[in-house]
């Protein structure tokens, strides 16, 4: 078993900064790439960022040059996305897929509120 856990989000006016936290723990040896998606009242869940290892990272167009996705380095089962210059279109729960070694060893959290006001 895997769990995912987020943490991080609330309730930020536009233009503030939020820093959600990812950790993965249980049985996985290595993580692979991990990304975040969001979902807003009445929308499909979106992509937001994703980083691979050995392969770099890649935003939505919508957060590119505010949002900034990391890893911990003395805790690989830890990812950040760093939010900033947030706006009200960014609200909506936010979630953190976990990618294994394995082709489809893929594990979600059950995702955080971000919440922009204008």
């Known amino acids: 078993q895997v769990q995912v856990v987020e943490s991080g989000g609330g309730l930020v006016q536009a233009g503030g900064s939020l820093r959600l936290s990812c950790t993965a723990s249980g049985s996985i040896i290595s993580i692979y790439a991990v990304g975040w998606y969001r979902q807003a009242p009445g929308k499909q869940r979106e992509f937001v960022a994703k980083d691979t290892s050995g392969v770099g990272t890649v935003y939505a167009d919508s957060v590119k040059g505010r949002f900034t996705i990391s890893r911990d380095t003395s805790n690989v089962y830890t990812a950040y996305l760093q939010m900033n210059s947030l706006k009200p279109e960014d609200t909506g729960v936010y979630y953190c897929?976990?990618?294994?070694?394995?082709?489809?060893?893929?594990?979600w959290g059950h995702g955080t509120q971000v919440t922009v006001s204008s």
């Open positions: 897929k976990v990618d294994g070694l394995i082709r489809g060893d893929e594990h």
